[in-house]
């Protein structure tokens, strides 16, 4: 009589072993959102300077980046990567002697998302830029890649 005993101690172990990884998963994605709050002027900062280093689009120059609303936060399906998408407004400028000078859309501003990602408990980005869709619109059209995180309550 041995058995049922022995197999509510596996299910209250597995249990508490999901609701532990459950809480400790809330818990590293708090950390994460408050972590991109207090840090987002260095990122947007380093944002800008790679993104500009990127060479992309070719032939102009990032001149000016605006930014707006709050981050989207997502979780990378293939690796489990926190990643943060934020609204971006870009101004180019044509770099001098490229096929772009002299076109006048070169000065139209284009909307954007930003793209970050959370890797050992600190946010980095490599400049990589979602162009002509808002977070939201970018997370839904890759919603093979990215599944959105709900939005905690306030």
Not at 36 to 44: C, N, S, T, Y
Not at 45 to 69: I, V
Not at 95 to 100: E, H, K, P
Request: charged content about 20%; some cysteine.
């Amino acid at each position: 009589m041995i058995w049922p005993w022995l197999v509510l101690g596996v299910v209250v172990l597995l249990g508490a072993t999901a609701i532990w990884y459950f809480w400790r998963v809330d818990d590293a994605e708090r950390e994460a959102r408050s972590l991109f709050d207090a840090q987002r002027p260095q990122l947007e900062r380093l944002y800008f300077e790679a993104a500009g280093a990127s060479g992309k689009p070719r032939g102009l120059r990032w001149k000016a980046c605006e930014w707006s609303g709050h981050p989207e936060f997502a979780r990378e399906r293939s690796t489990g990567r926190l990643a943060a998408l934020v609204s971006v407004t870009i101004q180019f400028e044509a770099v001098a002697g490229s096929d772009m000078e002299g076109l006048p859309a070169v000065g139209n501003l284009r909307n954007a998302s930003a793209v970050f990602f959370y890797h050992q408990r600190q946010w980095h980005t490599t400049g990589k830029t979602v162009f002509n869709l808002n977070p939201d619109e970018a997370l839904g059209h890759f919603k093979n890649q990215y599944e959105r995180l709900a939005t905690p309550p306030s």
